[in-house]
Nanobody
């Protein structure tokens, strides 16, 4: 059973910073890509940033230059440093990881429970 637990959300003023963290635990063989998604009220969940097992990153255009994704392979964690936050960044942020738990199950996506980020103007 793989679990992802996020932390670090909260309320911040526009222009401020927050750091989200996500820890993966459980029984698994390999962690492939790890990512952060977000979902604002009334909107679809969208990809914010992704980092591969080799450390390659990709960002949504709306957060490029402001957000930085990183991961610690030894600790099985992924973080999202969010700077210059804007009110439109307000959303529930979800951690995601593509994980191989066994040869039989293959690669499957796992999700955290989500953490609220609210940016006030």
């Amino acid at each position: 059973q793989v679990q992802l637990v996020e932390s670090g959300g909260g309320l911040v003023q526009a222009g401020g910073s927050l750091r989200l963290s996500c820890a993966l635990s459980g029984s698994f063989s390999t962690i492939n890509a790890m990512a952060w998604y977000r979902q604002a009220p009334g909107k679809q969940r969208e990809l914010v940033a992704v980092i591969t097992s080799r450390g390659n990153t990709n960002y949504a255009d709306s957060v490029k230059g402001r957000f930085t994704i990183s991961r610690d392979g030894a600790k099985n964690t992924v973080s999202l440093q969010m700077d210059s936050l804007k009110p439109e960044d307000t959303a529930v942020y979800y951690c995601n990881a593509d994980v191989v738990t066994s040869i039989i199950t293959g690669l499957k996506p796992y999700w955290g429970q989500g953490t609220q980020v609210t940016v006030s103007s």
